[in-house]
T-cell receptor
């Protein structure tokens, strides 16, 4: 039962353009969402989060959008840089809960 | 460095041997998590501590796995009678009374 799904295993974009990574969830109890970035042989690094009371959260080049009715969130990176090349994981939790439920990840490649 | 620290970074063991991993969380964090990640998948929740109390365990955590967090500081994860299917990246994370968790660099376990 995959409660968080990232349907695109990979995404390739040109440097300077926008990267859009998508995530869908099925559990209506999820009310807190996070994006992590992971380089090979390292642990995930927290990027940005959003609570279900918001529909957008922005931090520098990173913006997360939440569409609760569609149970969908997306991460926008603009402008994309080669150093952004990594695996991006979407994660979700109930605020009162403890565990994070992760998607399968999307490998982003930003080409110079 | 005040991040989450895990030791060892890599462990190769023979099938049937016991292994123990250590995690030192960020000092002010009262929550500590263990996750497991296999190739091509997102991290999967194993167990969670609030201070020294183990509050939640995943069904993934078979009886060969045991975790402790004495005195609410560092934590250990022991796997007894290792199997080839235990080969994975074991990730520790810590947080403070919210689902947001900060991950260590992980311990890569290879069972041969």
């Amino acid at each position: 039962d995959q409660q968080v799904k990232q349907n695109s295993p990979s995404l390739s974009v040109q440097e300077g353009r926008i990267s859009i990574l998508n995530c869908d969830y099925t559990n209506s109890m999820f009310d807190y969402f996070l994006w992590y970035k992971k380089y090979p042989a390292e642990g995930p690094t927290f990027l940005i989060s959003i609570s279900s009371i918001k529909d957008k959260n922005e931090d520098g080049r990173f913006t997360v959008f939440l569409n609760k009715s569609a149970k969908h969130l997306s991460l926008h990176i603009v402008p994309s840089q080669p150093g952004d090349s990594a695996v991006y994981f979407c994660a979700a939790s109930e605020t009162s809960g403890s565990r994070l439920t992760f998607g399968e990840g999307t490998q982003l490649t930003v080409n110079p | 460095d005040t991040g989450v620290s895990q030791d060892p970074r890599h462990k190769i063991t023979k099938r049937g041997q016991n292994v123990t991993f250590r995690c030192d969380p960020i000092s002010e964090h009262n929550r500590l998590y263990w996750y497991r990640q296999t190739l091509g998948q997102g991290p999967e929740f194993l167990t969670y501590f609030q201070n020294e109390a183990q509050l939640e365990k995943s069904r993934l955590l078979s009886d060969r796995f045991s975790a402790e967090r004495p005195k609410g500081s560092f934590s250990t994860l022991e796997i007894q009678r290792t199997e080839q299917g235990d080969s994975a990246m074991y990730l520790c994370a810590s947080g403070y009374s919210s689902p947001l968790a900060f991950f260590g660099q992980g311990t890569r376990l290879t069972v041969v």
